[in-house]
T-cell receptor, first 113, second 111 residues
């Protein structure tokens, strides 16, 4: 089965705290891609990162970092020194070999000032 | 360069009415998708297209039809709307299977 699980429905932290959003996936494909998207309160969907199954290097982009571990089928997302503007729903998605995206249910992140 | 646009932004229908949602992209992308997003859930794929004149069913295709007569446009039709189709509909496009660019969404309410 192809599935993406984001077990954290909602996370609330105080500004400047670090926060990690978990994503666990299931797939039988040997080649696949994983994505993170952000959906702020305004409703649009913003692409954050794409990672292919052959590249397990962690990635850092400013305050954002991603930890991809094939051994545990996880692709976690960390925000360092969170800011109020980071408040949004974050989605993890798995791209199947036929290019369809399977989405997790999302994690609502609330950053309190 | 407008990216992906959706028309209309909001719509209220009565049960049994029909309507068409229009998605347009100006990035010359081959792939286009229609999703629905229900409260507290991720996006679910309704139909998608890998090129002009081709369409395929996604995860939740029942009650919807699509057409891709022109490369830049992807239409989603509801022939007989039902309250269960109340949702936010997102269109997306991509260059092959790479990252998807999303439209702003259409909020549909079926009474």
């Amino acid at each position: 089965a192809q599935k993406v699980t984001q077990a954290q429905t909602e996370i609330s932290v105080v500004e400047k705290e670090d926060v990690t959003l978990d994503c666990v996936y299931e797939t039988r494909d040997t080649t696949y891609y994983l994505f993170w998207y952000k959906q702020p309160p305004s409703g649009e969907l913003v692409f954050l990162i794409r990672r292919n199954s052959f590249d397990e290097q962690n990635e850092i982009s400013g305050r954002y970092s991603w930890n991809f571990q094939k051994s545990t089928s996880s692709f976690n997302f960390t925000i360092t020194a969170s800011q109020v503007v980071d408040s949004a729903v974050y989605f993890c998605a798995l791209r199947r070999s036929n290019y369809q995206l399977i989405w997790g249910a999302g994690t609502k992140l609330i950053i309190k000032p | 360069n407008a990216g992906v646009t959706q028309t209309p932004k909001f719509r209220v229908l009565k049960t049994g009415q029909s309507m068409t949602l229009l998605c347009a992209q100006d990035m010359n992308h081959e792939y286009m998708y229609w999703y629905r997003q229900d409260p507290g859930m991720g996006l679910r794929l309704i139909h998608y297209s890998v090129g002009e004149g081709t369409t395929a069913k996604g995860e939740v295709p029942d009650g919807y039809n699509v057409s891709r007569l022109k490369k830049q446009n992807f239409l989603l039709g509801l022939e007989s709307a039902a309250p269960s189709q109340t949702s936010v509909y997102f269109c997306a496009s991509s260059y092959l299977g790479r990252k998807q660019f999303f439209g702003p969404g259409t909020r549909l309410t079926v009474l």
